[in-house]
């Protein structure tokens, strides 16, 4: 069986925006007039068209035969967080979003799993929301890097973890809204390209510092795009924490090498090689395949890119679909 594990879906409408919520930032979605696509509107900007199948059910299975795939776990686009606009707008639309989805995996006739997202910027909120999505049968909670500029590894989100963590729900965390784009040169493009694996090592490196299982034993956190840059960094934390005890040591107790083997990786890296190296440092029992679909610019072939790999077929095979469906048959 095969699970792609990091999909996005958007909903088939958002809801209206009602009286009295001054929020500049309010998404939309406007249908073509052939029904196969529509313009999704962030305010009255234009951020851009999609098919239908990120909403159609019936049109994401098809897709799903096509691509050889059994089951898809689903989440918001990233853009869709809605950190950043006023707290009682993000609380009414990420509650539509998870009902939406629920929707649609219920629709699904269990080919389609969801993750909910929750409205951070009101912690007790969104902790209130985590048990709503298990209400929902979701399975997954999506969160950014970060809260608008804060690292979603601070001590102040907590409530949201620990909700996660009693409802038996994953994490899965994406990077989002990169910082110091003005560093970066290129088309806007690059900001993206280079900015969202750099959010996931900088959240990944500060669960770890800060020994997050300590706190959260039975918590499963799982990183986009192979934990970003936390492979070509670990070594260096490593020899940091080994040179400088004191500082290092006080929090984290385990060397770090060890204690990165204890979330779990998604395999959205663009290389063979790359994935191969991830599953020899960190372990093939916590890799999950992932397209970042449903659009071709994801990872596509899951079957043919992990077994260019060169990994025995016992691990290829969980990371196909075997870990996530151990990951997900514990949480519901």
């Not at 500049?24 to 073509?32: E, H, I, M």
């Not at 609380?91 to 649609?104: F, G, L, R, Y």
């Not at 490196?205 to 034993?217: E, H, L, N, Q, R």
């Not at 596509?300 to 990371?319: E, H, K, N, W, Y």
Request: glycine share 10%; with cysteine.
């Amino acid at each position: 069986m095969i699970v792609d594990f990091h999909t996005h879906f958007i909903p088939a409408a958002f809801p209206e925006k009602p009286a009295g919520i001054a929020e500049p930032s309010w998404p939309s979605l406007r249908p073509a007039p052939d029904g196969e696509s529509a313009t999704m509107f962030v305010g009255d900007n234009k951020f851009r068209d999609f098919e239908s199948f990120y909403w159609d059910v019936e049109k994401r299975l098809k897709s799903m035969d096509k691509a050889g795939v059994d089951i898809q776990v689903m989440s918001p686009l990233p853009e869709l967080v809605s950190y950043w606009l006023s707290a009682e707008a993000a609380a009414i639309i990420t509650d539509a979003m998870n009902k939406a989805c629920a929707d649609m995996v219920s629709a699904s006739g269990g080919r389609l799993r969801g993750m909910g997202v929750v409205a951070m910027q009101d912690v007790d909120y969104a902790a209130k929301q985590v048990d709503e999505i298990a209400e929902l049968g979701l399975s997954a909670v999506f969160l950014g890097s970060h809260v608008n500029g804060k690292s979603i590894a601070s001590e102040d989100f907590y409530a949201v973890l620990e909700r996660a963590e009693a409802n038996g729900l994953p994490i899965f965390i994406h990077g989002i809204k990169p910082g110091g784009l003005e560093r970066i040169e290129g088309p806007g493009l690059m900001g993206a390209v280079m900015g969202i694996p750099y959010e996931g090592a900088m959240a990944l490196a500060g669960f770890m510092a800060t020994d997050i299982f300590g706190k959260f034993p039975k918590l499963d956190i799982v990183f986009a795009h192979g934990g970003g840059m936390i492979s070509s960094v670990i070594d260096r934390m490593e020899l940091v924490w080994s040179k400088f005890p004191g500082p290092m040591q006080a929090s984290l107790k385990t060397p770090p090498t060890e204690y990165v083997r204890r979330f779990w990786f998604d395999t959205v890296v663009f290389n063979p090689d790359a994935l191969r190296y991830i599953a020899d440092r960190f372990g093939t029992e916590r890799i999950l395949a992932g397209s970042d679909g449903p659009t071709e610019i994801g990872q596509t072939d899951l079957p043919g890119f992990v077994a260019a790999t060169g990994l025995p077929q016992s691990d290829r095979d969980a990371i196909l679909g075997g870990n996530a469906t151990r990951l997900l048959e514990l949480t519901r």
